[in-house]
């Protein structure tokens, strides 16, 4: 594993001149010093007996774009449920850049360390129109009072538009959200995780259900997506994964199965195995 990351009470123990800690979370930004986002090591789940997670290792690199696949039970869920701070590891660490303890923090802490979550169905406000989804969405003081008093600057405007154009609804601004087909569901509450500002984004079955064009139209936003933020997309679809290229982990039982581009992975004969059920 590269560069073994430090803790944030290791970071914090200099004294004069280190790094400020609100809760749990290094102020300011993510150290990825290191070029590298996201370390699960060693990481252990069981549920009732059953091991979800069984000293699972995976790095993922900033600004990647990463596929997880496998089949159902190897664990895509639960190791998502990890980082997000759902689901405490038995054992192992969980760590955002160099100094981000995850596995020490709340949920919403790290949401606002910079980690956006999209589940397979598409939660937004149905009743309220586009533009006004990405609005409730925005990184901004959601204090009552200041949620009261608040109102959206030129600043706040053109990066709702600036993002209306990257999911391709800005044509829809006006709509009610409730009226959209399903693939603009799913572009609208990655656009409203688009807002929250994340580094990272953990995408769960983004496709399922969409048409065809709806897939390709969301495999472009993806890649184009890739470099400003860290992707890592959990799908079933092999044809959407070989659209979005780079690298595939295939988990099996807890751990890492193999890893590589899509073509390897496939002809892995372990792979293969577990997939047919051999």
């Not at 003081?141 to 999911?167: C, H, M, N, Q, Y």
């Not at 006006?174 to 984004?201: F, N, T, V, Y």
């Not at 259900?209 to 709806?214: A, I, V, Y």
């Not at 994964?241 to 193999?258: D, M, R």
């Amino acid at each position: 594993m590269n560069s073994k990351p430090v803790s944030v009470e290791a970071e914090n123990q200099g004294g004069e001149g280190s790094a400020q800690v609100v809760g749990h979370v290094l102020q300011p930004g993510v150290d990825i010093s290191h070029k590298v986002i996201l370390y699960l090591e060693d990481i252990s789940v069981s549920f009732d007996g059953f091991k979800a997670l069984n000293n699972l290792n995976m790095t993922i690199d900033a600004g990647e774009l990463r596929c997880i696949i496998g089949p159902n039970g190897a664990g895509k869920t639960t190791m998502m449920d990890v980082i997000t701070g759902k689901t405490r590891p038995d054992s192992g660490t969980c760590f955002f850049g160099q100094t981000l303890d995850l596995t020490r923090m709340t949920e919403p802490e790290i949401a606002h360390a910079g980690i956006g979550r999209k589940f397979q169905k598409p939660t937004i406000f149905e009743n309220h129109t586009v533009f006004e989804n990405l609005e409730l969405a925005m990184k901004t003081d959601k204090r009552v009072w200041a949620s009261l008093f608040a109102w959206l600057d030129r600043e706040g405007r053109d990066k709702i538009a600036d993002t209306l154009k990257l999911i391709r609804l800005d044509q829809e601004a006006d709509r009610q959200a409730g009226l959209l087909s399903h693939g603009q569901k799913q572009w609208l509450e990655i656009g409203m995780l688009l807002m929250q500002e994340p580094q990272l984004l953990l995408l769960d079955e983004p496709v399922a259900g969409m048409t065809d064009d709806e897939t390709e139209r969301t495999a472009e936003l993806f890649k184009s997506l890739a470099g400003k933020h860290s992707l890592v997309v959990v799908e079933h679809d092999m044809a959407f994964i070989e659209q979005l290229g780079g690298k595939v982990t295939v988990l099996h039982e807890g751990s890492v199965l193999a890893e590589g581009s899509l073509a390897k992975v496939q002809a892995d004969q372990r792979v293969i195995e577990v997939y047919l059920g051999r």
